[in-house]
């Protein structure tokens, strides 16, 4: 009754509130693209004429990623005629709107005949296509979902006696956002040859461009005075597509202010994929005049100091502290994330009250690319040319693809699967001065082989002070009894930490003896592997330790018999 003056809406959970159009009748352009899949709260807050508010909000599902579509029946290149047959299978993570078949000419962008398939997820049906003249077709099979998402894959076959479109995105900041100080403008520009560039325009006039990667995605950072005054205003951007047609964005607006907080994310860039267990890191502080008088000036600076650095990674329902404040960084663990995108929103409150949220958009891509060589084929021969041909494949798109000729059997490259790696041993005292190996890990690294040689102390007359000596050469058989991840008691970052308990048995030759013969002396050992150090991101010398070895040797009876202990230390170097 006393009117409606504002109207905003929130769709993080309440983190952050952004202004619709309209007030009794109103609109909020809201992206999906820069939320998760699946459902979530949207919270609607009005305010009347008189300040009084009132909260409303509702469950909405978000839906951006396409449904799947496979299609068994009819293969690629196949002859056809009177009846084709369809057969296939479709999916989606939520619901499946429509599943239709398509027939279209060779250069054609209509069908020539359509069938509707239904909703279900097993595709079987026959198309009649007696009536079609004979020739080159394109066969189409699509799913579209309740979103509107849709794929297709399609056949090309021969019946006998019968690009997507280009699209330039801003995808942050979202539409009503309040931004301080520097502008990050960040998207997408699909369907064209990359890169290419992107110009930001702010109430139709340029204030910056960027340029695309290798998906399309583009950000930039436009400097405060780039931008007009402080108070409303309208983002777009414009491109160009091959043939030097613009293509230009839908209109943003703002509410921009040249002084308040900020924040920034400055590590990894807007659709940029993270890599495993990144930092993500970025600045925050706050813009705007100090006063004049010292004393004022340090109390004004102190209230604007950042006093906490919060990041959600499941969109505003929950917080976790970051490292810092006018620095800050925090600890993605993408092990424990899906496959996909990441949506972080970062939060920052400030000492007087105050908060800056800033999100991003980045790919979490876990799965290895597909790589098959279809020629040349196995035991071929060739004369000064090697033609290469086969299909790599990736959901993500590929990056670089390299052939490798590499001279002999390609069994001289590899090792039975059995075996997990190869180190290098050394170790000191005990029954000898000195001792280097070359070991095997087996089933996991929980058993390892190794052979050796070394040299103890050379026999002298007293034999009881020496009894065997001279080089040695042995071999060592361990098995693990027990391990300890460190990470497992105090988080991912003590990953490359731990400890191992190891039992086994050492068989030693000794060239000199009491007797004037070698002699095969047996030895009962126990080891305790640490520290053990193990960097994941390198293939070749990766893995580092101390270890403590305990020997009990059983010595025969050529002078007197008995168990005789020894300690050594050693070192041990994962070659890969």
């Not at 239709?100 to 026959?126: F, K, T």
């Not at 034999?463 to 042995?474: E, I, K, L, T």
């Not at 930490?497 to 030693?508: D, Q």
């Amino acid at each position: 009754e006393n009117g409606i003056a504002e109207v905003h809406v929130s769709f993080d959970n309440a983190v952050s509130f952004h202004r619709a159009d309209g007030t009794e009748n109103w609109t909020y352009p809201l992206d999906t693209r820069i939320l998760s899949d699946g459902p979530r709260s949207i919270i609607i807050r009005t305010l009347d004429s008189y300040g009084v508010e009132g909260i409303s909000a509702g469950i909405m599902t978000a839906d951006n990623v396409p449904p799947a579509v496979t299609m068994d029946v009819p293969g690629d290149g196949e002859d056809i005629f009177r009846t084709l047959p369809i057969s296939g299978r479709v999916g989606d993570t939520t619901a499946i709107a429509e599943v239709y078949a398509e027939l279209l000419g060779i250069g054609s962008v209509e069908p020539v005949q359509r069938m509707n398939l239904g909703d279900s997820a097993v595709v079987q049906a026959e198309m009649d296509v007696s009536a079609l003249p004979a020739g080159n077709y394109i066969l189409r099979l699509g799913v579209r979902d309740r979103a509107t998402n849709e794929t297709f894959v399609t056949r090309e076959l021969v019946i006998h006696d019968a690009r997507p479109g280009l699209s330039l995105d801003i995808r942050l900041p979202v539409s009503g956002e309040k931004v301080t100080g520097a502008l990050l403008v960040a998207g997408r520009f699909a369907g064209v040859k990359y890169p290419a560039t992107v110009t930001i325009l702010a109430d139709g006039a340029e204030i910056g461009s960027a340029e695309t990667d290798n998906t399309g995605h583009y950000f930039a950072t436009i400097a405060e005075d780039r931008l007009p005054a402080d108070g409303p205003l309208v983002l777009s951007a414009r491109g160009f597509d091959p043939e030097g047609n613009p293509v230009t964005s839908r209109d943003i607006p703002l509410e921009w202010a040249r002084s308040g907080p900020w924040a920034t994310v400055d590590s990894l860039g807007f659709g940029e994929f993270a890599p495993y267990r990144p930092f993500l890191s970025g600045r925050a502080g706050w813009i705007g005049e100090l006063p004049s008088d010292p004393k004022e000036a340090k109390a004004v600076i102190k209230a604007r100091t950042p006093e906490g650095v919060e990041v959600s990674m499941d969109d505003g329902r929950s917080f976790a502290d970051a490292r810092g404040g006018e620095e800050w960084r925090f600890r993605l663990e993408t092990q424990d994330y899906p496959e996909g995108g990441l949506f972080p929103i970062v939060r920052v409150r400030y000492g007087d009250g105050s908060v800056a949220v800033v999100r991003t958009v980045l790919g979490l891509d876990k799965t290895v690319p597909r790589i098959e060589v279809l020629e040349p084929g196995e035991g071929a021969l060739f004369d000064n040319l090697i033609s290469v041909n086969g299909t790599a494949w990736d959901d993500h798109g590929l990056q670089e693809l390299e052939v490798y000729l590499r001279a002999g059997d390609k069994a001289g490259y590899e090792l039975p699967s059995f075996i997990q790696g190869l180190y290098l041993d050394t170790h000191f005292l005990g029954a000898s001065y000195w001792d280097v190996g070359l070991g095997l890990t087996f089933f996991d690294d929980a058993v390892k082989l190794q052979f050796q040689l070394g040299g103890a102390p050379p026999v002298t007359e007293d034999a009881d002070s020496v009894r065997f000596g001279g080089s040695v050469y042995g071999i060592k058989l361990l098995a693990s009894l027990a391990r300890l991840p460190f990470g497992f008691l105090l988080g991912p970052d003590w990953d490359f930490l731990s400890a191992e308990a190891m039992v086994g048995a050492n068989f030693s030759y000794f060239s000199e003896s009491v007797s004037g013969q070698g002699l095969v002396i047996a030895a009962v050992i126990a080891q305790i592997e640490f520290p053990k150090v193990t960097i994941k991101e390198w293939s070749f010398l990766r893995t580092y330790s101390f270890y403590t070895e305990a020997q009990f040797w059983s010595v025969s009876s050529d002078v007197q018999s008995g168990v005789v202990p020894r300690l050594s230390l050693g070192l041990r170097f994962g070659l890969f």
